[in-house]
């Protein structure tokens, strides 16, 4: 392969408890920590090891999101990418306008393999990667937690509700990344230092031609019900006991 | 307002998933066609004409639609698409790789695992694992839906009236190449539709102590297993048993989570359940915050005591 592509985006860091805005229009990130998106970690830390077993020469991240998502493009290049793309946009764009702004990219990239996250922990929509494979009319392996080339071909685990299938798709093709692909590597202070100096190119969707306007309109972001406060047992036999009492057992 | 409802079943049965997300799919339009593809599937298209509220099963019966890969289920679907205002699937694995593929050459928005449907173009999803729930609107031609099957009953048997109606698949040479599948057996109850889950964590220790522990327990209460990510990652249960934020979503009648310290992510999966039963050495662990009951202490002593007052 020459190029893997890989989108990343910026989300509200995974262990930070999101909190709802009082007036209803979405979860508050303003001074909240700001991260990578796990899955989009993982499908970064893939394409690394792939270009280090040779299997690879370059790797290129991009970013949509406003512009401290360069941060985020940073991490990726810390961790191994050679350059970076960020479309900077005032808020998060829905998946499918994100899907259209990756199809130009790949475009003018021309990677032979896409690894993108499963999904995004923010709007855990887990659409993205199977609506460019539909864009572009390529073949697709999602939720993956194993990836080996084969030739011009990739042989792919994916993890299913039954279990485990797997498949063998051909290049260029896309892939997406479930939890237990790989653990993703620490950055080392020289190679943070190192990424600062890569090539990051800033561009807007109007550049790509493409309308981000939203599909859907957000009624409203509501906190979910509270479960209320329940009693601490001291033993098993009590245990079921008040079991037994809701009738549950 | 049509529906067309994806049937998610393995080949043998018909499964629930199937008869929640029709319930969902009921409250989008008033006919519901059932689409129920794979190869040999004429059992399943009989059981799917059972279900109380569908009108027409279409078959799509083909070698090439065996092993649900995307390409050629999309292609199906698409090839449908333009005779209806909603096409839905329970967001089971299957659901979740190819409706966005649908939806994208179809230029529309999917909106994923919707939990309640408001009116037949607005819904509630969570975001954020749970932590927040969003009501959005569409204004596309095409309602594209995954459905939380655990968020809604299952829809019952019915007169078996619908009609049985055989599909032309879409012929094409499919890129994606099927290798192989490793099924976890189990004789237990499934995991989604159980009414009672017992899930594991990291503090089992080990694949035989998760096995051993929680095995004689679950056999007990006739339950399904679960698992944190924790237990999952560390080898002890296989990822298919994984319950949170990015693996299955349960809402049974009674969750019992031993040694799980209760990660956001975690919750997501399990904290719509009815009743939450906590074990932990860690009295301070999240999960007592969800927990109906909670129960500090060693969970290798508590189990068998547990066992042995369940007598």
Redesign the interface.
Known sequence: MKTILVPVKMVLDANVRPRVRADETGVDLSGMRLSINPFCEIAVEEAVRLKEAGQAEEIVVVSIGPAKAQDTLRQALAMGADRALLIETADSPEPLAIAKLLRAVVEQEKPDLVILGKQAVDDDCNQTGQMLASLLDWPQATFASAISVEGDRLRVTREVDAGLQILSVPLPAIVTTDLRLNEPRHCALPNIMKARKKPLTVSNPADYGVDTARRLTVIAVRPPATRKAGIRVSTAAELVSDLRQTGVL | MTVLLLADH?HHTLSEATARALTAAKQTGNDIHILVTGSGVSAIAEAAATLEGISTVLVADDPALA?N???PL?ATILSLAGQYDTIAAAA???G??????????L???????VIRVITPD?FER???????????????PVRVLTIRTSAFNPAPAGEGMAEIKTIAVPQNTW??????????KSDRPEL?SAK?VISGGRALGSADRFRDVLGPLAER?HAAIGAS?AA??AGYA???LQVG??G?VVAP??YIALGISGA??HLAGM?DS????AINKDADAPI?????????GDLFE?VP??E???G
């Open positions: 393995d092993a890969l995307a390409e999309a089971t694995s299957v979740k790789d190819v409706l966005p593929r649908v939806a994208a050459r230029d529309v928005m999917q909106i994923s695992d607005t969570p975001i954020y694992a749970g932590n927040a729930i969003e009501t959005v609107k569409t204004a596309d890129r994606t190449r099927f290798e192989e599948e490793t099924v976890t989604a009672i209460l990510r999952v990652d296989p990822n298919d934020q990015t299955k009648d009674l956001i992510q904290k009815k009743i939450i039963v007592f915050q969800v927990a109906d009951y909670g129960l500090v508590v005591e547990l042995k007052a369940l």
